[in-house]
C-alpha cells in the first residue's frame, strides 16, 4: 500500500511563491508517476505537474509551464515549487502516485491520493 501526506499550502497574494511537499511511504519504486492535482471548487481535477523521479521525464499543464517546478529527492518526497502565483490557482492541491509505472498525465491514471492541501492566492 501507498500513502501520501503533503504539506506547504497556505495563503497568498499573487506574485507570491509557496513550495509544497509530499512524502510517499509504502512502495516508493522510481518511476513510478507521482504528480499534483489540483481541485478549484466547482471544477474538474486537473493534473497541474508530474514526474517520473530522478528527473527521467515530467509533465506540466500549460496553464503553469514556465511558473511551476516539480522535484524529488529521489527517494521519498516529491516537491512542487509554485512561482508567480496567480488567483486562478487557488485550488486543493493533491499528491497523487500511479499505481505502475510510467508517467501519467491525466488525473484518472493516478492510483493513490493524499489528503490535499488548500492553496489560496488573493488578488
Known amino acids: 500500500q501507498v500513502q501520501l501526506v503533503e504539506s506547504g499550502g497556505g495563503l497568498v497574494q499573487a506574485g507570491d511563491s509557496l513550495k509544497l511537499s509530499c512524502v510517499v511511504s509504502g512502495r516508493t519504486d522510481s518511476g513510478y508517476g507521482t504528480g499534483w492535482v489540483r481541485q478549484a471548487p466547482g471544477k474538474e481535477r486537473e493534473i497541474v505537474a508530474a514526474?517520473?523521479?530522478?528527473?527521467?521525464?515530467t509533465y506540466y499543464a500549460d496553464s503553469v509551464k514556465g511558473r511551476f517546478i516539480i522535484s524529488d529527492n529521489g527517494k521519498n518526497t516529491v516537491y512542487l515549487q509554485m512561482n508567480g502565483l496567480k488567483p486562478e490557482d487557488t485550488a486543493v492541491y493533491f499528491c497523487?502516485?500511479?499505481?505502475?509505472?510510467?508517467?501519467?498525465?491525466?488525473?484518472?491514471?493516478?492510483?493513490?491520493w493524499g489528503q490535499g492541501t488548500q492553496v489560496t492566492v488573493s488578488s
Open positions: 497523487a502516485r500511479r499505481g505502475r509505472y510510467g508517467l501519467g498525465t491525466t488525473s484518472g491514471e493516478y492510483d493513490y
Open positions: 514526474t517520473a523521479w530522478n528527473g527521467d521525464a
